[in-house]
Nanobody, 123 residues
Framework: QVRLVESGGGLVQAGGSLRLACAASGGTISRYTIGWFRQVPGKEREFVGGISWDSGKIYYADSAKGRFTITRDNAKNTAYLQMNNLKPDDTAVYSC????????????????WGQGTQVTVSS
């Protein structure tokens, strides 16, 4: 059973940057695709991006392209979401997730979820 814990969220001004981390325990993430999602209260969970087990396939939602970068360090059992040029619309709870599909932009194909970390971008 893989347990995921996100960290790195916080309050940042528009145009600023944050780096979120997704640390795994109880198992290795090296065999899993890692996805990042975000959710605002009252709205559906939104896909942000994903990275395959070997970093060979990395993909982003249109809202993240050019601003967000997903990486992973399997030796550290950790994945990262670097967010630059943040906008108020990026305010949400960000969660990481792990699944076996190489490419999966929807939440249904992921098996393990973290609790999430709040990101707030002020204008």
């Amino acid at each position: 059973q893989v347990r995921l814990v996100e960290s790195g969220g916080g309050l940042v001004q528009a145009g600023g940057s944050l780096r979120l981390a997704c640390a795994a325990s109880g198992g290795t993430i090296s065999r899993y695709t890692i996805g990042w999602f975000r959710q605002v209260p009252g709205k559906e969970r939104e896909f942000v991006g994903g990275i395959s087990w070997d970093s060979g396939k990395i993909y982003y939602a249109d809202s993240a392209k050019g601003r967000f970068t997903i990486t992973r360090d399997n030796a550290k059992n950790t994945a990262y979401l670097q967010m630059n040029n943040l906008k108020p619309d990026d305010t949400a709870v960000y969660s990481c997730t792990a699944g076996v599909s190489v490419y999966c932009p929807t939440s249904g194909c992921y098996s393990y979820w973290g609790q999430g970390t709040q990101v707030t971008v002020s204008s």
